[in-house]
Structure formats: structure tokens, C-alpha cells
């Protein structure tokens, strides 16, 4: 019996059909799987990380602008901002 038939419901066959495809980049356009965007993460054993990481992200974003009551996040997308800026600037 082949797992198509063993599997029951549509979240259970589209579960195992991440598994064996993977994420693909969930940050960007391309999402049939293969190579993924994401380093430290699988979509499929780190769920609850993730909804936990989301949460806290949305309180973050909910105290303003700016990042102002989070001064360490605004250097490091400071940071960041400008490493992608210099990457930009290197392949242009």
C-alpha cells in the first residue's frame, strides 16, 4: 500500500508531504520545496518554536516604531541592513 492511500485528511497528507519535500524558501517566491531559507529551523519539528518566536516578535513590533525600547534588535537589523546593502552594491 503506498502512503498516499495509508494517509487520512488533508492536513495529515499535506504534513507528510513537507516532510518529504521540505519548505523550500518560506521567505521568498520559491516554495516547491528543495534547498530552504531557513538555517537553524525545520517547519516540521520546530512548530512550537516558531509560534513562539512569532509571538514574541508581534509584541516586539507592537511597542513602536523604531525598535526604541529594543535598542540591541535595531543594531542588529542596523547590521544587517547594511551587510545586504554591501552585497547589493558588490553585484551591481
Do not use: Y
Not at 51 to 57: G, N, S
Amino acid at each position: 500500500m503506498s502512503w498516499p492511500s495509508r494517509v487520512r485528511g488533508g492536513a495529515c497528507l499535506g504534513r507528510v508531504d513537507l516532510e518529504l519535500r521540505r519548505e523550500g524558501n518560506v521567505l521568498g517566491r520559491n516554495q516547491s520545496g528543495g534547498k530552504s531559507s531557513l538555517r537553524l529551523l525545520r517547519v516540521t519539528t520546530d512548530g512550537d518554536l516558531i509560534v513562539d518566536a512569532r509571538i514574541a516578535a508581534s509584541l516586539i513590533i507592537d511597542d513602536g516604531p523604531g525598535f526604541v525600547q529594543h535598542p540591541a534588535i535595531r543594531e542588529a537589523l542596523d547590521r544587517r541592513l547594511c551587510e545586504v546593502e554591501a552585497e547589493f552594491l558588490v553585484r551591481s
